[in-house]
């Protein structure tokens, strides 16, 4: 295990974990939203009831969430000092909006929130809860600011000595299309989160019989409509989001469909063993035209192969492999799309039950309601691996290799990378099951517990 691979590795376990975190800070916040304005306008206690139970389980999400986020900032310092020589001078204004505006805002409004009740007017306390949530929207848009310009540069020229890139136009940084085809995707991933965590715990509470039932049946059915828009949010930003990448990172969309050929109409993959070295399929069942279709809303249209843009990176970049882990990125490909396609049925279900004022679920029905707030981090941490592994072998897509940004040994040596990666994963872990303790303690305790 060289530093190299014990770099990546420990990012891998910090982004991972973090991002276990980061979509439901963003859903709640709106949905804690929601909630509060709906007690604003009606007046109604119940309202106000599952506004702070639901905000006392994004406080605790928010509190795991900060720690586990903080870490990676250092990491960009120690384990990947030649990349943050390289980016710096780009990085370092979305960077600094994110701390210094976007979380500002975000933690001192969350203060203002979390203390204001019966001290502050309803609506302005109402609009501080909004201001919590736009604020960590915006934080999420700065850090994809950043992350879009390592997946398609752009507005920044390359020094003298091209030793790094410099920004010399911010418009083109923040309207680059890759992030506004990014942003939305990643949002309605939070959404959909926390769509899923209301149903699961509402459903939960109405399968086991609560003293409170007209308030998880609410609940329930706010629930249930915000999962179903953020599902069909997730599907429509992704499939254009794939269409971006075809433009940017056409090889990324060949290895999460394991086309090692290119295609005119191509086929979609629906099973395929595939042997690396070769480039070539074992065992594979594909659906002919669906990818093109996908790709263009066409039943034509060429989607490029992994050899043939091997030989074109190879003629572009010179000599060198650039095919990421074909295996890593059709599965992670697979596991999102997979999760997607559950999390829409089921918000459809849900949505058919609230529509119908049909809240008495059986038991097994109710277990499946419960479980089924996985299935948001299966896609959101899929998705994420496949955003990062799929573009390998860059850290800054055509500008940086990955084996060029990590720390020299003489820096950061093996020893130190394997005790901190250790460390790390053990923390996280803590972290995590602490995380799901709470919430499943205050989640159980119901709406007095909030209070």
Same mark, same amino acid.
Request: proline residues 6%.
């Given at each position: 295990m060289d530093t190299l691979f014990l770099a990546r590795a420990q990012f891998a376990v910090t982004a991972v974990f973090h991002f276990i975190f980061v979509p439901l800070t963003l859903g709640l916040s709106i949905f804690t939203a929601i909630l509060e304005t709906a007690y604003v306008k009606t007046g109604q206690e119940r309202y106000k009831q599952l506004t702070k139970f639901w905000g006392r389980l994004f406080l605790i999400n928010f509190a795991v969430g900060v720690v586990t986020g903080i870490v990676m900032e250092f990491q960009f310092g120690m384990n990947w000092s030649q990349f943050s020589r390289f980016v710096g001078d780009v990085f370092g204004v979305p960077l600094a909006i994110e701390a210094l505006f976007a979380f500002f805002i975000e933690s001192t409004f969350l203060g203002i929130w979390m203390f204001g009740w019966n001290i502050l007017p309803k609506a302005l306390h109402a609009a501080s809860i909004w201001i919590v949530a736009l604020g960590s929207t915006m934080s999420a848009l700065w850090i994809l600011v950043a992350n879009s310009f390592m997946q398609s540069p752009a507005g920044y020229r390359m020094a003298v000595n091209g030793l790094r890139a410099e920004m010399i136009d911010f418009s083109a940084l923040f309207f680059n299309p890759h992030l506004w085809k990014q942003f939305p995707h990643v949002l309605a991933g939070g959404i959909v989160t926390a769509g899923f965590l209301v149903i699961a715990i509402s459903s939960w509470h109405l399968v086991n019989g609560t003293k409170e039932r007209r308030a998880f049946e609410t609940s329930l059915k706010f629930g249930a409509i915000y999962a179903f828009i953020g599902s069909m949010l997730v599907v429509l930003a992704g499939h254009a989001q794939?269409?971006?990448?075809?433009?940017?990172?056409?090889?990324?969309?060949?290895?999460?469909?394991?086309?090692?050929?290119?295609?005119?109409?191509?086929?979609?993959?629906?099973?395929?063993?595939?042997?690396?070295k070769e480039l070539r399929d074992v065992?594979?069942?594909? =659906?002919?035209? $669906? +990818?093109?279709?996908? #790709?263009?809303? /066409?039943?034509?249209?060429? %989607?490029?192969?992994?050899?043939?843009?091997?030989?074109?990176?190879?003629?572009?970049?010179?000599?060198?492999?650039?095919?990421?882990?074909?295996?890593?990125?059709?599965?992670s490909f697979r596991f999102m799309v997979g999760a997607g396609t559950a999390m829409l049925a089921i918000s459809l279900f849900a949505l058919y039950r609230?529509?119908?004022?049909?809240?008495?679920?059986?038991?097994?029905?109710?277990?499946?309601?419960?479980?089924?707030?996985?299935?948001?981090?299966?896609?959101?941490?899929?998705?994420?691996?496949?955003?990062?592994?799929?573009?390998?072998?860059?850290? =800054?897509?055509? $500008? +940086?290799?990955?084996? #060029?940004?990590? /720390?020299?040994?003489?820096? %950061?040596?093996?020893?130190?990378?394997?005790?901190?990666?250790?460390?790390?994963?053990?923390?996280?872990?803590?972290l995590t099951v602490t995380e799901i303790v709470l919430i499943k303690k205050y989640a159980a305790a119901g709406l007095e517990g909030a209070e």
């Open positions: 794939m269409q971006e990448l075809l433009k940017t990172q056409p090889m990324k969309v060949a290895a999460a469909e394991a086309l090692w050929n290119s295609e005119n109409p191509a086929s979609f993959s629906i099973l395929t063993i595939g042997d690396e065992f594979a069942i594909r =659906v002919p035209r $669906l +990818l093109s279709v996908l #790709a263009y809303n /066409s039943f034509e249209g060429e %989607v490029k192969g992994i050899r043939e843009l091997q030989r074109e990176y190879t003629a572009r970049f010179g000599p060198g492999n650039y095919i990421p882990s074909v295996v890593t990125a059709y599965w609230v529509i119908r004022e049909n809240y008495s679920f059986s038991r097994p029905a109710g277990r499946v309601l419960l479980w089924s707030c996985i299935l948001p981090w299966i896609a959101n941490s899929s998705g994420w691996i496949l955003a990062e592994t799929g573009r390998q072998p860059w850290v =800054v897509f055509g $500008l +940086l290799k990955t084996e #060029a940004g990590v /720390s020299p040994a003489s820096v %950061v040596g093996q020893n130190a990378l394997f005790l901190s990666l250790t460390l790390f994963l053990g923390l996280y872990l803590l």
